[in-house]
């Protein structure tokens, strides 16, 4: 079937996200709260097809019959038509509520509702929704078009019928569904986070320097990328949100965020998005 889907945030992750339904074939309008920051989103989708078509990755041929495919609005009411609508928003509880309330008047009444959020809990979120049973979590990670691994995340109140409708979508738009029960931090930044913790806790510790530690996690353990590598990818306020929000909800002391790490942020060194964090970058 060809689906359409609403992606509601035009920042990196739902750019990315609207990116890979399209390359798969399907259709998406992506939503934003103004006109502006819509035609932002739109840009960045843009710019994103044309390093996949440098690369050779895209499967439909032409820039143009993509873009057909997508609609720009800062209009909720226009999902009203979707198969399933992915929030894709800050990750802050109550902005998250509130989008998804307000994307719950507009949906249509069988779509599926979605989040796309990396740590909060799904169950604590389908309480702001008068239709839990449709609602689920879709964790895209990124870059969204290249990583083919999607977590979908249900709670207590998920129906049956919506996570299977939901891993339907997944494998239609090319990636993996891997099923997950809400978990403080799912399965991936339950893994992740206290590797990358811990690996700024051995450089606080001077056990060694940061190429060091790097160089063995690629080296050594086969990793793409060492964890402070990666932790400066994410984004250095991201992992600390993100370590925040596990530890309030599960009280683990593995993720207490390290002290360089709330200094490096508190400073504004958030990584490649900044221009420093554990190491320095030409932007």
């Keep these: 079937m060809e689906w359409k889907a609403a992606v509601i945030g035009v920042g990196t992750m739902g750019s990315g996200i609207a990116q890979s339904i399209l390359e798969a074939g399907h259709r998406v309008v992506m939503i934003s709260r103004s006109e502006e920051s819509s035609k932002a989103g739109f840009e960045r989708v843009s ?28 209009k909720m009411e226009d999902i009203a038509d979707a198969d399933l609508i992915i929030e894709a928003v800050a990750e802050e509880i109550k902005v998250k509520e509130e989008v998804l309330k ?16 990396s740590s909060i809990s799904i169950g604590l979120l389908a309480t702001a929704l008068s239709t839990p049973e449709r609602f689920l979590g879709l964790h895209f990670f990124n870059p969204a078009p ?15 019928s919506s996570i299977e409708k939901a891993k339907k979508f997944i494998a239609d738009i090319g990636k993996k569904a891997v099923e997950v029960k ?4 799912f399965i991936s930044n339950r893994l992740l986070m206290p590797f990358i913790n811990d690996s700024i806790k051995m450089l606080e510790e001077g056990i060694a320097d940061k190429e060091g530690i790097d160089d063995v996690a690629r080296l050594g353990l086969n990793h ?5 590598q990666l932790a400066d990818f994410i984004g250095l306020d991201v992992c600390l949100d ?21 200094e490096l942020v508190k400073n504004g060194k958030l990584g490649r998005k900044s221009g420093s964090g554990f190491y320095n970058y030409n932007i």
Excluded: H, W
């Design 182 to 185: 809400d978990s403080p931090g």
């Design 47 to 74: 710019a994103g097809i044309d390093k996949a078509i440098a690369k050779g990755s895209i499967k439909i041929d032409g820039k143009e019959e993509l873009l057909k495919r997508i609609s720009i609005s800062a």
């Design 224 to 228: 793409p990328m060492g964890p402070l």
């Design 242 to 262: 993100i370590m925040k929000a596990i530890y309030e909800q599960n009280s683990d002391s593995r993720f207490i965020p390290a002290e360089m790490l709330k």
């Design 102 to 117: 307000n994307g719950e008047l507009y949906a249509r009444n069988d779509a599926i509702i979605s989040t796309n959020t």
């Design 146 to 160: 290249v990583m083919k691994v999607v977590e979908v995340v249900s709670c207590s109140k998920t129906g049956g």
